[in-house]
C-alpha cells in the first residue's frame, strides 16, 4: 500500500531558490544572517542580499551565462553563501565539492559536471590548482587572497547590473551536489530551484513543529558542500531569518565554545557529534542551556545515545530521514511526549512512501520491512550524465528507490533498519549493523562502533564489530553483552578492537572501508 504525508499538501512558489530567500529575509535587513563562529565577523541580512546581487552581476559580466557551473571548494564560512547565492541569481548551477577530496577526486568532479569556475580558500589553493589543471575551469576565485588566484571579493566590486535571467524553476538545476546513491562512485544529483524551494516549505509545512524559526541561533558545523548543511542548515534557516553560526570543521572545544559563547538554540546534527555530547566529560564544562532541540540525521541514532544527550543537556532530540536525491528532508519525527527517539517519524507533507519488498519489489503493509520508496516534489531530476543510473534509482512510476530498509508502525511513524547492501546474511537471516551498533553504543566502556558483515565458510557472513573502548572489556565481554539482548541469529561472533572508525565528513560510517579491509585480511 502507499502511505501519503498525514499533514495537508503545502502550495510551493513558481520561483527561483534565491529569489524566494531575498523576498523571504526583506524585512530582517539589520540582522545578523551569517556569523563566522571563531572570529565573529558577521553579515547581516542587508549586506548578504547586497552581496549576492553584486556577485551575480560581476559572473554575469564576465560572461558567466545561464547553465554555467561553478564549483566551490571550501570548509565552511559565512562568505560561502553569498557565492551559492550570487551563482544561483546569476542562472548558474553550484557543484558544492567536499574540502576533503584530493586534487584527483575534484578534478573528476570538475570535468563531470563541466565547471567553468572554481572557487577556494588559500589553504586549497595547491589542489584545486592541480584539479583545475586536469579539468576545463577557466578561472580559479579564492576567499580572502592568494596568488595564482582571484580574490573572490573582486566579485563584490561591480555596478550591481545585469540582464534580467528568466527561470523555469520546475526544470532549471540550482546545485550539482555529488553522492554514491544507493551504490557506486559520486553522480552528479541535479536538484532544480523548484526541488529545494518545495523541500524548505514540506517542512514548514508540519503543522505539529518547526525546524527554526526567526529567533533561532543555529550552529552550522555540518559541511554547506553536504545536501544536510547546505539545505537544512544554510538555506532552511536563512529562509525563516535565523542566525547561522558557521565553523569550519569539528573541533570539539571550538564547537563547545560557539556553541556556549553565541548561545545556539538549535543544532543539526550527526550521531557521531551525538556521541560525544552525550559521552565526552569535556562537555560538561560548557553552558549549552540555550539548546533547545537537536536534530541528528545523515545516518542511523541510537535510542540510548538520544536518551543520554537529552538527558544530560536538558533539550529535545529527534531524528530527521532523507537524501541528496531528495533535497534532502522526506522525514522528521515531531518532538512529542513520549518520545519516540528510534523514529524518524511521519513523511514530510506532499510526500508519498511505498515499503517495498527487497526480493519482489510488492508494496508492504504496516510493520513490515522493506526498502523505503519515495514520491514528491523534492525528488531530483536525475543523475548528471548517467541515464543508467536514474533508470536504477527512479522507476518509471517515479518511485525514487532510497536503498534504505525501514518500515511504518500503526502510529504512521517510520523507522530506518539499514542499508538493503548492508544487511548481514547470517544463515540466511538479515542482520541489521545500524542496530548492533545503537545498542553497542549504550555499553559504558564503549565509545563507538561499527559493524559489519564478516565472510565466514559455515555461516555465509556474520556479524564483527570494530570497538572503540573508553575503558578496559574484553571481545568476550562484550559478545555476551550482546547475545543477552538479541536474537540468535543478530549475535556479535567477532570483535576487533581499533583506536577509530572511518566516517565520512558527513558522519557516516565508512563501512566499505572496513569490508574492504576485512576481506584482504582474510584473504
Given amino acids: 500500500m502507499i502511505f501519503k504525508s498525514p499533514y495537508p499538501d503545502v502550495e510551493i512558489p513558481n520561483v527561483s531558490l534565491t529569489e524566494f530567500l531575498l523576498e523571504r529575509t526583506a524585512p530582517f535587513a539589520d540582522k545578523a544572517a551569517l556569523v563566522d563562529g571563531p572570529s565573529g565577523r558577521t553579515i547581516t541580512y542587508g549586506q548578504l542580499g547586497g552581496a549576492i546581487r553584486l556577485v551575480a552581476a560581476s559572473l554575469s559580466q564576465r560572461g558567466f551565462a545561464k547553465g554555467d557551473v561553478f564549483a566551490i571548494y571550501s570548509p565552511n564560512i559565512p562568505e560561502y553563501a553569498i557565492a551559492f547565492h550570487g551563482v544561483s541569481l546569476a542562472g548558474g548551477i553550484v557543484t558544492t565539492a567536499n574540502p576533503l ?20 580558500i588559500p589553504m586549497f589553493l595547491d589542489k584545486a590548482q592541480e584539479a583545475a589543471a586536469k579539468s576545463g575551469v577557466e578561472e580559479i576565485f579564492v576567499f580572502g587572497e592568494a596568488e595564482g588566484a582571484t580574490p573572490f571579493a573582486s566579485l563584490l566590486r561591480s555596478d550591481g547590473k545585469m540582464a534580467p535571467v528568466t527561470f523555469n524553476p520546475a ?6 551536489p555529488y553522492s554514491s546513491g544507493t551504490t557506486g562512485l559520486p553522480k552528479g544529483v541535479m536538484l532544480t530551484h523548484r526541488n529545494i524551494v518545495a523541500n524548505i516549505v514540506q517542512v514548514e509545512g508540519m503543522t505539529d513543529f518547526d525546524l527554526v524559526t526567526e529567533e533561532d541561533v543555529v550552529i552550522g558545523v555540518l559541511p554547506f558542500f553536504h545536501i544536510y548543511g547546505m539545505v537544512v542548515i544554510m538555506n532552511m534557516t536563512l529562509a525563516r531569518g535565523a542566525t ?12 563547545l565554545e560557539v556553541m556556549q559563547k553565541y548561545k545556539v538554540t538549535r543544532a543539526n546534527l550527526v550521531p557521531p557529534i551525538l556521541v560525544f555530547l552525550a559521552k565526552h566529560p569535556v562537555v560538561g564544562q560548557f553552558d549549552l542551556s540555550a539548546l533547545k532541540t537537536l536534530n541528528s540525521g545523515a545516518a542511523p541514532l541510537g535510542t540510548e545515545v538520544a536518551e543520554e544527550v537529552a538527558a544530560r543537556i536538558g533539550c529535545a532530540v529527534y531524528q530527521g530521514y532523507g537524501m541528496t536525491e531528495t533535497s534532502p528532508v522526506t522525514h522528521i519525527c515531531p ?34 520491512r522493506g526498502e523505503i520508496c519515495m514520491r514528491g516534489p523534492n525528488i531530483m531530476k536525475g543523475y548528471l550524465n548517467n541515464p543508467e ?12 528507490h532510497s536503498g534504505d530498509v525501514g518500515y511504518i508502525d500503526e502510529d504512521g511513524d517510520f523507522f530506518i533498519v539499514d542499508r538493503v547492501k548492508e544487511l548481514i546474511k547470517y544463515k540466511g537471516f538479515q542482520v541489521a549493523p545500524a542496530e548492533l551498533e545503537a545498542l553497542l553504543l549504550g555499553h559504558p566502556a564503549i565509545a563507538d562502533v561499527a559493524v559489519i558483515p564478516s565472510p565466514d565458510d559455515e555461516a555465509g557472513e556474520v556479524p564483527k ?7 578496559e572489556i574484553d571481545a568476550e565481554e562484550i559478545q555476551e553483552w550482546v547475545a543477552a539482548q538479541v536474537s540468535p541469529h543478530k549475535k556479535i561472533r567477532r570483535v576487533e578492537f581499533v583506536t577509530e572508525i572511518p566516517k565520512s565528513i558527513s558522519g557516516k560510517i565508512l563501512r566499505r572501508v572496513l569490508v574492504e579491509q576485512e576481506r584482504a585480511k582474510l584473504g
Avoid: C
Avoid at 578534478?107 to 572557487?119: E, G, V
Avoid at 523514529?343 to 519489489?361: H, L, R
Avoid at 564489530?465 to 573508553?470: E, H, R
Fill in 335 to 368: 518532538v512529542k511526549t513520549p518520545m519516540k527517539y528510534a523514529s524518524v517519524g511521519p513523511a514530510v507533507p506532499n510526500m508519498e512512501i511505498m515499503v517495498a519488498d527487497t526480493a519482489t519489489g510488492e508494496a508492504l503493509r504496516v510493520n513490515e
Fill in 171 to 176: 526544470e532549471d538545476l540550482v546545485v550539482l
Fill in 244 to 255: 547561522v553560526v558557521t565553523i569550519p570543521r569539528f573541533d570539539p572545544a571550538q564547537f
Fill in 101 to 120: 577530496y584530493t586534487a584527483d577526486e575534484l578534478a573528476h568532479q570538475l570535468n563531470d559536471s563541466n565547471a567553468k569556475y572554481l572557487l577556494t
Fill in 389 to 400: 543510473a536514474t533508470a536504477a534509482t527512479i522507476d518509471s512510476e517515479g518511485w525514487l
Fill in 465 to 471: 564489530a570494530f570497538i572503540v573502548a573508553k575503558q
